[in-house]
């Protein structure tokens, strides 16, 4: 270049150059977050000009942890920074907006009835009115409304709901507080106090890995991407973590320059690929068998071939494989029966709660009793419950077995569902018992056994790692595609690192494997090879499962405000896989699981998944709503009326009335009149669409909406036995459907009222994340833009208005009847020791022991809304995962510095202003309260027996309040209420509390359960971990006699969006492929005339997806990849097969409950929301795709 | 000597999650206008693939860049007698179908939509045109994630054996970020027969004057990158700025600032205007090393006051003596120029990818004989491949970086073991232990300013009294806004 050319600063004018720097210009910069359901938390700088909001940009002033670990900034990925479109664009919801129909019907209805109560109930118990709008749903014809007139509407259908119907019938579905805290607690504090339904999430999304509760009794607990960086053998296993972690990811890619080595196990050569240094393309669905060859393996080699000293001591300190498991005989060979208990032997008889307490054998073959089992978490001698080898009867030190190799054996059956039945021999001992003599084995000789690993021993043991048997490197070749040799050096590598590194092996795991009906055992599987290395409980270590930002971190008391706890407990919550898979009516065209999922003989257990439920929700295992098929509050008038006059006696009246089958649980005619939900409140969720699993099933049962593409067969009838059949299914169940929303998605096109809400840069909220420690806030750059609202001043009217309708229709307190399962993390998890069902006779039903609990509370409508707007005398009271502190003296402090509001004579701190609702949550949290982290640690110490206050000790000045988190993300605390520690700079790490503290895990044992002796267990053969392959698709009702081109349907979480969100953003559609795609394998396509961009139809007996193509080799043969959540409101077509819109990928999906996933009242297998129960699994799913036209 | 300062970006492909943050905090910010809808300074390729405009690549269609012609270096685009060809047709121009036609949907249908018997959609519309569109046929970022396209990554030009990306075994898949690379050659600059475009004496960057230009877009075919681009309402170029009015007060650019994978380094480099032109006579696969030589070190006193005569300020020399592109680009040899065969002498620099082993598909999926990590050889992706886009084919030099990133993270590995330190894996590589310790903290926990050594611009000689009275009033003209 000719250097004239080159501008020297005096050498030409260059003014112009002031139109980019206007450009840049800006006038104030305020820190907000996305409320979007990511796991990412970041921190954003919103950068405003002339009150407008112009761009975001990542904050980048995060903490810097201890210098060894590479900071968070710039945290924030490709979709949050698109954010700032969706605040003016076309498709933000301005105004209030109500169906045409139903309005119309409304104004008319108000003009005959002065009572908007009256004006309501003469809508819709009017067939022919209720139709009128409930038939049009999803079809157009929205009209404006006023807020004062639709907030009237909505409160008028509350009031009428419970009065004819009971409170029970209003739910309310809102995912993933920690994303927005605020904005979801307004409505579950709303519905709380009304009575409600708060519906869960995490199981539902199927982001809740059942293993997790089973193997460690946590709902999930997981290092902080951080710590990703201290691990030095990393596997990604149904985990893209660049496409769903995008701002965690560069944690991954660092961590290799440590020289961490990365495996990715995937089906598909995806994003995640390209850091890995091995790409191991295992068979989607069937990444267990090969974590099942990875545990033989190593059990051979550093287990039975030599010993590592460090995995022996980690095995007999922190994992449940010296206990003893009694074995019993039939046919001629032993059974895997149940963990001896302490009640059986003479010596340890009379411990308290001696049937919870669990035996080991000394190395001289005495039996001992450790502390630490669950028995001691609930005995009233304290200091017991801890992970000490010491035996609780004498005290005596306990030097724990973990085989019994070299004496006597016995022959024991194992059955593989895909291998068939084996005799193994497995060493044992014989026990004298109260009972006589009893044969056991310890949990690592069984282990040693299923696994294949011989020792010497004799039966059907695989001869070496190239004998075709459970569970060798071989055997793992046909699940998995992965060539024996490719996975005998990968599991070399493995245990290689973990001694080399002192467990240092981590496993990142997501979706991709967590979706399948099989998804727990996949888990387990995967769970075992890390424990096996030590590799659990340390940082760089463990299962690190990203599915949902399920981490509030300060969980007490926004629970406390969330579900209104400091005025009404308990609360009424929902698992919603079981209410959906009822209510939705997905459970008529499902068959028994027998045929998929097979007992071994199906005695004294209900064979649909649908009776189970209801088995589950009689025996207090799991909740339901509506809980009777009478209104609890007309229940309570009843039971006065019959004379009952205390609590107990209101409660003993319905135990009586239920135990004759005068009451019946609801569950048992869920579609029976009056027994479904009615009025269904949506906030920050797309429930409709994105988190409707058998969506069409939705649309049809719950909606009523006439373009429903299910095509299925009941196939039900007969098949259920507890719950009552109605030829005909209702449609459309839903009397009132109200969606909160920023944007027209496709659940706000379906609802009946839409609420124009305030996005996340026009309100103050709080918002935390597992994937790091900070707290960080959501803030308001701008003013709610045209008519919108933050949901939390939304509900607050909404409240109001009930509270002055029910002057008239509720004018007193009245009392309510709340059925709530046996739950985690309280005695009730020790309630029953044995299976009895009281319906059968098996057993009296006794509220709380072999039935729900029955509270009884009071509610006050008329004072609803000053509740709702103030804290309740209970806040000071405070517990989580069964650790409590008091903070009392908070709440008086608080009350002085505060707002207040007083009414009926007292005065409370007032709610009105989001940032004082941040404000007290984070006074009363110990996690941003380091006074109250110390004194959790000083109640836990008690129990467990060990020092552990020292832990919170530095930190006790310690307070974060909003001001702060507006300045600068803040670093949350070490608290017991989290197993991890984050002292120091330390990255968090889960469990490192347990083995650093011998604090025991919240399981039977109190250790990591490797064994589940339920008997449920056993009957599926999933005693022990275990592999089963995907569901088979003949068995499935979803393509049967379909020709053509039929795939495995997979809808891992995409690069353009986040959920749904984002998806119909112009910004990611202009960089994607502008709307909804299937990926195909180009050859599977060209076998159909496919070709890239084509429409396509996407189509099963479930719904019908119009779409285009996208074809690539990375995709593997055999499936079909729609990346999760499209909209269907983006240029969508009719398909060929109905004429009718196609749908989103959840049109093609519908669930199938896990049974071993519904049991309750026996130690980890104890429900808590969002914690415990079946999950809503979607990926074993089979579709035909074929060319749109032609 | 003519010893001059350039901001430049060093991209690290073995970091790069192809997110596209970048690209949208940079088209937030520049380029969310009317006319300016389908422009994307920065943007994000997968390759193999054939990018954005499509097939850029490719000068045998788009003649852009220079040629080295004897002794002299041409503009492709020119012939040999050095007349453009025509003032007023521009055969080599990507069209909008290259480009793609920017569209929008009608949401407002969602809202308006009268009640029906089918649920409403909003329709898809040209953003140029206003019209419906029958089907969207194109975007910016079309063949995103389509390694094993025979549509697109097939016609990738680096690619020597299309079969490689058919093959599930074989195949593989690395992101390209792109801006304009502020060049020291800039083909744009010499084209433009308004004198539009120069490059800036203090920092390099290469600009587009919108009052001068008159919008003949000689500068879209004459640059090899498409990195130039035409506003259709303006009717006037734009291209990316380098964030100017960002770096100007020390902030690293947008699209660096979003880099949420960490890839981006900015920083100063030294360099000697005087001999860039020889430099890029240089046959194709001796351009690296040509590159490196124009690039001065900036300890060297002699340099740095041949740099103060041409008016480089001791605080640029600083920030030149501390900045990780120098490290990366000169003293470590890691980052490469992209296709510095089209002789403009971009000042983006690229290090090279890592990827998976090889594997073979036969019954099973079988993984190539290799250690903890895999060996040079083994990768995936092919080395001929990276050659062609980041070496003019000289493979040894890609080589070399990739055997410097395994060795890093083999070294390391040792350490964090708790082994005893192997410095022989880093010689072997041409590395020694400072040099693994400075990579490995600009890799990794080297933060934000450690990636980014920008040195604010002083303006205090253009009568900055009087300029901090008239702020913000300099320019007055109608905004957007309330027209």
């Given amino acids: 270049m000719s250097r004239e050319r080159i501008h020297d600063d005096h050498s030409a004018d260059r003014s112009w150059e002031e139109f980019y720097r206007n450009r840049w210009q800006y006038d104030k910069v305020v820190r907000s977050t996305h409320g979007v359901n990511c796991t990412g938390s970041c921190s954003w700088m919103v950068h405003v000009k002339d009150g407008i909001v112009g761009w975001e940009l990542q904050a980048k002033d995060y903490p810097q942890f201890d210098g060894s670990i590479p900071n968070h900034e710039p945290r924030g990925c490709t979709r949050g920074i698109s954010y700032s479109w969706y605040l003016y664009s076309p498709l933000r919801v301005k105004y209030p907006y109500v169906r045409g129909a139903l309005i119309d019907l409304w104004r008319e209805a108000r003009k005959r009835h002065a009572d908007p109560v009256d004006a309501w109930a003469s809508i819709v118990e009017n067939p022919e009115s209720r139709k009128a709008y409930t038939g049009k749903r999803g079809m157009g014809g929205f009209r404006r409304g006023e807020w004062d007139e639709i907030v009237e509407l909505i409160a008028a259908s509350t009031i009428h709901t419970a009065k004819k119907y009971g409170p029970d019938r209003v739910i309310g579905f809102t995912p993933i507080p920690a994303m927005s805290m605020i904005s979801y ?112 393996v190593i059990l051979k080699e550093c287990y039975a071939d030599r010993q590592v000293p460090f995995f022996q001591e980690y095995a007999r300190k922190y994992t449940d494989l010296p206990f003893l498991v009694k074995l019993e005989e039939k046919d001629g060979v032993l059974k895997q029966g149940e963990f001896l208990r302490a009640a059986e032997l003479e010596r340890s008889a009379g411990l308290e709660h001696a049937d919870w307490t669990l035996c080991v054998a000394n190395d001289t073959g005495e039996v001992r009793i450790p502390k630490g089992s669950l028995g001691s978490r609930w005995s009233k001698e304290e200091g017991n419950w801890n992970l000490d080898m010491t035996d609780l009867v004498d005290g005596a030190p306990i030097d724990c077995s973990l085989s019994f190799l070299g004496g ?28 006589g003599d009893v044969t056991v084995t310890t949990v690592f000789d069984l282990l040693m056994a299923q696994f294949g690993v011989s020792r010497g021993l004799g039966g059907d043991y695989p001869k070496d790692y190239n004998s075709d048997k459970p569970f060798t490197p071989k055997w793992q070749e046909k699940y998995t595609g992965i060539a024996a040799a490719s996975m005998l050096k990968i599991a070399r590598e493995w245990a290689e690192n973990g001694e080399k590194s002192s467990g240092r092996n981590m496993i990142i795991v997501g979706a991709g494997i967590n979706h399948w009906y099989h998804n727990d055992l996949i888990y387990r599987a995967a769970i075992t090879s890390l424990i096996l290395t030590g590799s659990v409980g340390r940082n760089g270590a463990g299962l690190a499962h990203y599915v949902g930002q399920e981490k509030v971190v300060p969980l007490a008391p926004w629970t406390s405000i969330a579900m209104a706890q400091d005025w009404v407990k308990p609360s009424r919550l929902q698992n919603t896989p079981s209410f959906w898979y009822i209510h939705s009516d997905q459970w008529r065209y499902d068959r028994t699981f027998v045929d998929y999922f097979k007992p071994e003989t199906g005695e004294n257990m209900p064979l649909h998944a649908a009776d189970m439920n209801a088995k589950a929700v009689r025996l207090g295992w799991l909740p339901f709503a509506p809980h009777f098929n009478d209104s609890t509050l007309r229940l309570v008038e009843a039971a006065k009326a019959a004379g009952a006059q205390t609590d107990d006696e209101i409660r003993a009246w319905l135990v009586g009335r239920l135990k004759s089958g005068d009451t019946r649980f609801a569950i048992e005619d869920p579609d029976g009149a009056g027994n479904s939900p009615k009025v269904w409140f949506i906030w920050r969720a797309n429930a409709i669409s994105a988190s409707a699993k058998g969506h069409e099933f939705f649309l049809k049962h719950v909606i009523g909406a006439p373009n429903a593409n299910c095509t299925a067969k009941e196939v039900a009838k007969g098949q259920v036995k507890d719950l009552v059949w109605h030829d005909k299914a209702p449609e459309g169940k839903m009397d009132l459907v109200v969606d909160l929303n920023f944007r027209m998605d496709t659940s706000t096109l379906y609802s009946d009222i839409v609420l124009p809400a305030a996005t996340w840069y026009e309100k103050s909220d709080l918002n935390s994340t597992d994937m790091h420690s900070f707290v960080n806030c959501m803030d308001a750059a701008v003013p709610p833009s045209w008519e919108s609202k933050p949901d939390w001043k939304t509900f607050s009217l909404i409240a109001k208005k009930v509270s002055e309708l029910s002057a008239k229709h509720l004018p007193t307190p009245v009392k309510d009847i709340i059925a709530a399962p046996l739950l985690h993390d309280t005695p009730g998890e020790i309630a029953q020791r044995t299976v009895k069902d009281w319906k059968l006779g098996e057993c009296e039903p006794v509220p709380g022991k072999t039935m729900p609990n029955l509270a009884i509370v009071e509610r006050d409508y008329v004072n609803l809304y000053n509740r709702f707007v103030s804290v309740g005398p209970q806040m000071g009271h405070l517990s989580a995962h069964g650790v409590s502190w008091e903070a009392d003296d908070v709440h008086e402090k608080l009350l002085q510095e505060m707002p207040t509001r007083s009414w009926n004579g007292r005065s409370f701190i007032d709610l009105e202003d989001e940032k004082v609702v941040a404000d007290v949550i984070l006074s009363f949290a ?40 507006t300045q600068k993300p803040r670093r949350f605390v070490s608290t017991p209420v989290w197993s991890g520690l984050v002292n120091n700079g330390r990255p968090y790490a889960p469990y490192t509390l347990n083995v650093e503290h011998g604090v025991p895990w919240r399981t039977l044992s109190g250790r990591q359960s490797l064994y589940l002796d339920h008997p449920y267990y056993g009957q599926f053969h999933e005693g022990l971990p275990t592999f089963k392959p995907k569901l088979n698709p003949a068995l499935l009702d979803e393509t049967e006699g379909e020709t053509g081109l039929v795939l495995n349907f997979l809808t891992p979480h995409g690069k353009w969006s986040i959920h749904s969100t984002y998806s119909d953003n112009l910004r990611m559609l202009t960089l994607s492929r502008a709307g909804q795609v299937v990926w195909l394998n180009p050859e599977d396509a060209a076998g159909a005339g496919i070709e890239d961009n084509e429409p396509i139809e996407v189509y099963n007996f479930n719904g019908v997806v119009v779409c285009r193509a996208v074809l690539s080799s990375r995709i593997p043969k055999g499936t079909a990849f729609m990346y999760h959540a499209p909209e269907r409101t983006l240029n969508i077509g009719k398909s060929n097969r109905t004429g009718k819109r196609g749908g989103v990928h959840n049109s093609l999906s519908r669930i199938r409950l896990k049974p071993t996933l519904m049991l309750g009242g026996y130690a980890q297998f104890s429900y808590y929301f969002n914690y415990w129960g079946p999950t809503g699994v979607n990926r074993d799913c089979y579709v035909v795709v074929r060319k749109l036209r032609g | 000597m003519d010893v001059r300062a350039q901001l430049v970006m060093v991209f690290n492909l073995d970091k790069c999650i192809g997110c596209h943050a970048c690209s949208i905090s940079c088209k937030n910010i520049w380029t969310d206008r009317k006319g300016a809808e389908y422009m994307w300074w920065n943007n994000v390729e997968t390759k193999p693939g054939v990018g954005y405009p499509k097939k850029w690549e490719d000068q045998k269609v788009f003649k852009g860049g220079w040629v080295a012609d004897g002794k002299n270096l041409r503009l492709r685009a020119m012939g040999k007698g050095g007349t ?49 569109m029958a089907e969207i046929k194109g975007g910016p970022n079309w063949d995103d994630d389509l390694s094993g396209s025979p549509l697109y990554a097939a016609e990738d030009i680096n690619l020597d054996d299309r079969k490689i990306i058919e093959e599930y075994d074989t195949m593989f898949m690395q992101y390209l970020p792109r801006i304009c690379n502020h060049c020291l050659n800039p083909a744009c600059v010499a084209s433009c027969p308004s004198r539009a475009i120069y490059k800036r004496g203090e920092d390099g960057v290469v600009l587009v004057d919108q009052n001068v230009c008159k919008g003949w877009r000689f500068c879209t075919s004459a640059c090899p990158y498409k990195k130039v681009y035409f506003n259709w309402n303006s009717g006037k170029a734009e291209k990316c700025i380098f964030c100017f009015p960002r770096t100007e007060t020390g902030q690293c650019n947008a699209c660096a600032h979003s880099c949420v994978g960490r890839i981006r380094y900015v920083g100063v480099l030294l360099y000697d205007a005087e001999q860039v032109e020889q430099a890029l006579l240089k046959p194709d696969d001796q351009l690296v090393e040509a590159h490196r030589a124009v690039i001065l070190d900036p300890r060297d006193e002699s340099i740095r006051d041949a740099a103060r005569k041409n008016g480089v300020s001791e605080q640029w020399l600083e920030a030149a003596e501390k900045s990780p592109v120098y490290a990366l680009v000169k003293e470590f040899g890691l980052a490469l120029p992209l296709h510095p065969e089209f002789r403009t002498m971009p000042m983006a620099y690229y290090i090279p990818s890592l990827s998976p082993v090889l594997s073979t598909l036969g019954d099973t999926h079988e993984l190539a004989e290799h250690g903890t990590f895999p060996a040079l050889e083994k990768l995936r992706a092919p080395i001929g491949y990276l050659a062609s886009l980041l070496a003019g084919g000289n493979r040894e030099v890609v080589a070399s970086v990739l055997a410097k990133l395994i060795a890093l993270r083999g070294y390391m590995r040792g350490r964090n073991l708790n082994e005893p330190a192997d410095e022989a894996i880093l010689k072997g590589a041409g590395l020694d232990e400072a040099a693994a310790g400075r990579l490995y903290r600009l890799f990794t926990i080297g933060g934000h300013d450690e990636r980014n050594i920008i040195p604010p611009q002083q303006r205090e000689e253009q009568d900055p009294h009087t300029r901090k009275g008239a702020s913000g009033f300099g320019i007055l003209k109608k905004t957007g806004r309330g027209r």
């Fill in chain 1, 185 to 296: 607690a307004a409505g579950t504090r709303f519905l709380q106090l009304f009575g409600g339904v708060c519906m869960s999430f995490y199981d539902w999304y199927c982001d809740l890995p059942p293993a997790s509760p089973q193997v460690w009794g946590e709902q999930t607990d997981v290092n902080e991407s951080a710590d990703w960086y201290n691990a030095s053998y990393i596997v990604l296993c149904g985990s893209n973590v660049p496409m769903t972690r995008t701002p965690d990811s560069h944690f991954l890619t660092e961590a290799r320059y440590r020289g961490a080595k990365v495996v990715v196990m995937s089906p598909d050569y995806n994003i995640a690929t390209k850091f890995a240094d091995n790409w191991l393309p295992v068979e989607q669905g069937h990444d267990g068998a090969f974590w099942m060859a990875m545990n033989h």
């Fill in chain 1, 408 to 435: 006597e054996t016995g022959r024991v059956r194992f059955r593989f569902e895909a291998d068939g039945d084996v005799i193994r021999e497995v060493p044992v001992r014989r026990v004298t018992t109260k009972n």
């Fill in chain 1, 926 to 965: 110990p996690e941003t309260n380091g006074e109250l982290a110390w004194r959790a640690y000083r109640n836990l110490e008690k129990r467990v027996g060990k020092p552990l206050s020292e832990i919170a000790a530095g930190s006790r000045d310690l307070r974060i309040n909003w001001e702060d988190i």
């Fill in chain 2, 84 to 132: 453009l060809l025509s003032m007023f047709f521009q055969p080599n121009m990507p069209k909008l179908e290259d480009y793609y036609e920017p569209f929008d949907f009608d949401y407002g249908n969602l809202y308006g939509a009268k009640e029906g018997n089918d649920q409403p959609v909003a329709e898809v519309f040209s953003q140029i045109s206003g019209e419906k």
